[in-house]
């Protein structure tokens, strides 16, 4: 997920009324009748690949795609976002009864969006060097969620922060980025949703490739961007030294490292890099 970007309400509503509400469009016979994460759990089941998206296994539906495409990949993606659209904790509370249930929604939704934005933008035949486009993105571009018309950005810094207060969310929010923490391969459910952000919170600390945790040769600590721009949300639960000891596993030879740059006050925050989360 991309840092705060947009702190002027006033320039965030010039940008909503810069982009225009997206959002696919399936026909009837095929369009959920109530909200299900079925479509999406099929889609994620078949792409999802040590994390990242093996976005070459979706095929492009055309404009006039038959309702029997929608079987496909991109039309389960598709007929999942429609239903975001047309369902939600506002607009149909019954359906999300817990707040673990609206939770788990709104990571979802951010989630498969995030999928189809790299789709729209020829992600199935992009380089290995392409990179996410986070202006436009995340603050110009509009989705219809919930029956509202919103941005990415809007969804994670209006919406998803300020009502959870939920630090592990920073685990959980997938913006498309190799340096983005790895995307589940299931949906996230309110019945588990603890248990759930408890552990991509400890596959991203304890897998090595997903660089959440850098000790350079020096000995210099590095930890994810993520962690210094959202430092503040993990305060409540102790701070990011609380946050390592809870999810570093202990047989980790980096965590008593870690732990003593944290009471010296000497680590660092890396940079942030925005390629496609391709699967290789």
């Known amino acids: 997920m991309p840092r705060p970007l947009i702190a002027d309400p006033l320039l965030s509503a010039a940008l909503l009324m810069i982009g225009c509400a997206s959002g696919p469009s399936v026909p009837p016979e095929v369009a959920l009748s109530t909200y299900d994460d079925g479509p999406y759990a099929a889609v994620l089941a078949a792409v999802i690949r040590d994390g990242n998206v093996d976005y070459r296994t979706f095929n492009t539906l055309p404009d006039d795609a038959p309702?029997?495409?929608?079987?496909?990949?991109?039309?389960?993606?598709?007929?999942?976002?429609?239903?975001?659209?047309?369902?939600?904790?506002?607009?149909?509370?019954?359906?999300?009864?817990?707040?673990?249930d609206q939770l788990a929604y709104y990571l979802n939704?951010?989630?498969?969006?995030?999928?189809?934005?790299?789709?729209?933008?020829?992600?199935?035949?992009?380089?290995?060097?392409?990179?996410?486009?986070?202006?436009?993105?995340f603050t110009v571009n509009q989705w219809a969620v919930d029956r509202?018309?919103?941005?990415?950005?809007?969804?994670?810094?209006?919406?998803?922060?300020?009502?959870?207060?939920?630090?592990?969310?920073?685990g959980a929010l997938v913006c498309g980025a190799v340096d983005c923490p790895p995307l589940l391969d299931e949906p996230y459910a309110g019945d588990r949703l603890n248990e759930q952000l408890d552990g991509i919170m400890r596959a991203w600390l304890n897998t090595p490739v997903e660089n959440a945790i850098e000790i350079r040769d020096n000995g210099d600590i590095r930890l994810a961007a993520i962690f210094g721009w959202y430092r503040d949300d993990f305060r409540p639960t102790g701070g990011l030294d609380a946050m390592i000891e809870t999810y570093?596993?202990?047989?980790?030879?980096?965590?008593?490292?870690?732990?003593?740059?944290?009471?010296?006050?000497?680590?660092?925050?890396?940079?942030?890099?925005?390629?496609?989360?391709?699967?290789?």
């Open 67 to 100: 309702a029997e495409a929608y079987d496909s990949l991109d039309g389960q993606l598709d007929r999942y976002l429609a239903a975001v659209a047309r369902f939600g904790p506002e607009s149909t509370p019954e359906l999300f009864p817990t707040e673990d």
């Open 109 to 137: 939704a951010y989630n498969a969006i995030m999928i189809r934005l790299w789709l729209d933008h020829g992600a199935r035949t992009a380089d290995a060097d392409d990179k996410v486009q986070w202006l436009t993105w």
């Open 148 to 170: 509202r018309t919103m941005s990415l950005d809007f969804l994670e810094q209006r919406l998803i922060r300020p009502r959870f207060n939920e630090a592990r969310i920073h």
């Open 248 to 280: 570093l596993d202990d047989n980790d030879p980096r965590k008593a490292q870690v732990l003593q740059a944290f009471d010296d006050k000497k680590f660092k925050f890396q940079g942030y890099d925005w390629t496609i989360n391709q699967a290789k």
